[in-house]
């Protein structure tokens, strides 16, 4: 049984959405982060990092898991789906999923934190993080210009990583990149195509509250 330690953040619902995509069991504990629930020492032993999400596996002996991009390619390899065992497949899904953890997520949540969190603006990270942003996203625009899914023709962890965070950027920061989602049919019929998979929309779901 997997145990998955959650919030309604674009990084909490990978997991969610994989789970859902693979059909196992699961059970879902919530941590609040606006009651810092994150800092508890019992969370703080699971993800010593302090953030969501983490997974505990009890059929592997209690193993812990932290870090999204390392939950997914775990449970990926752990049941033989979504990510491919070897070949050129496996390292597109892995070099995108890279693309997300360490450029993707990170740019849109300081854009959300500069744009709807800070009580401070500041001209420069706007200018900073929107221009990121934007070079991102056309990012995403040419890829799907060139395949269905970002590690080509198969739907895998990579589309699972990125799906949320795109669903951010057209919905909670869509006044704030307005002009930048402009002109980007190839991303917006890649969101349709994952975004219409059932198991996408239980996930995003989750934790239900």
Do not use: C
Not at 167 to 189: C, E, M, R, S, W
């Amino acid at each position: 049984m997997i145990t998955l330690y959650t919030w309604t953040t674009p990084n909490g619902r990978k997991v969610s959405i994989l789970l859902e995509e693979l059909g196992v069991s699961y059970e879902v504990h919530p941590i609040n982060l606006s009651q810092r629930q994150q800092f508890t020492p019992e969370f703080s032993a699971i993800s010593p990092n302090n953030r969501i999400p983490a997974i505990v596996d009890s059929d592997a002996d209690n193993l812990s898991v932290f870090e999204s991009g390392a939950i997914l390619t775990y449970l990926a390899e752990k049941h033989g789906q979504f990510l491919d065992v070897t070949g050129p497949g496996r390292y597109k899904a892995l070099e995108w999923l890279n693309w997300q953890m360490g450029g993707f997520g990170p740019m849109l949540g300081q854009l959300a934190f500069f744009e709807k969190f800070s009580g401070e603006k500041s001209a420069l990270a706007s200018s900073r993080f929107i221009g990121e942003a934007d070079r991102l996203l056309t990012v995403l625009e040419q890829r799907f210009s060139d395949a269905p899914y970002l590690a080509g023709e198969k739907y895998s962890i990579a589309d699972i990583a990125t799906y949320p965070w795109a669903i951010t950027a057209t919905t909670f920061l869509q006044d704030v990149l307005a002009a930048q989602l402009v002109g980007k049919p190839n991303l917006f019929a890649w969101m349709d195509r994952v975004g219409n998979r059932p198991a996408v929309q239980r996930g995003m779901s989750v934790p239900r509250l």
